[in-house]
């Protein structure tokens, strides 16, 4: 039963994903005309690979088949618990993975996006960026449902927007290996994740 409705979810999710691609390629060309008339050429750089990312993201799945039967989350136990919209959850080791990397993913796109409308001299703007509008890249449709996933990657989209548009690491820096990363006690704070007895 659990494998069905994660088979379920991902495809339910592809589906609607690829009907708003192709919205998104539609209004793309209207918008980088709008950025290049704002002059906001930073901007219009950081949605146009935002958006390759995610036309990458969308071939890599639509050419991987993915075997639910032999996928570990769905025969390991819960180890941990969430709030989530006034309500509880429970999730193992693998979907709470997915929800740091929703928090990370989403730290790294609003420190460009920050910086992005920073460089162009632009206001302080989170909410309209495509990247926090869209707020997918890197879901893959199983583990979480795309709202949880959306509402941790916004999380990280606005601290990281904060941090790259005030040119500062308030909210992450840079790990050992040099990768950009949310600071662990911001991402334990967002996450609440509470073990398991």
Sequence with gaps: MRIESGRLRAEQFQRERERRLLQAERRSAERARSLQQQRRMARYRYERDYHARLRAQERYWRETRWDYARDPFYSSPPSYRY??????????????????????????????????????????????????????????????????????FRQGFERGYEDGYHARYRHGGRNSRGELTVLAAVLATILGLQALD
Excluded at 103 to 122: F, T
């Design 83 to 152: 709030n989530y919209g006034g309500r509880w959850y429970q999730t193992n080791h693998y979907g709470a993975q997915l929800m740091r990397q929703a928090v990370q993913r989403g730290y790294r796109e609003g420190l460009q996006a920050g910086h992005a409308d920073r460089e162009d001299g632009w206001r302080y703007d989170v909410r309209g960026s495509y990247g926090y509008l869209d707020a997918s890249d890197g879901y893959h449709g199983r583990y979480l449902d795309y709202d949880q996933y959306a509402y941790y």
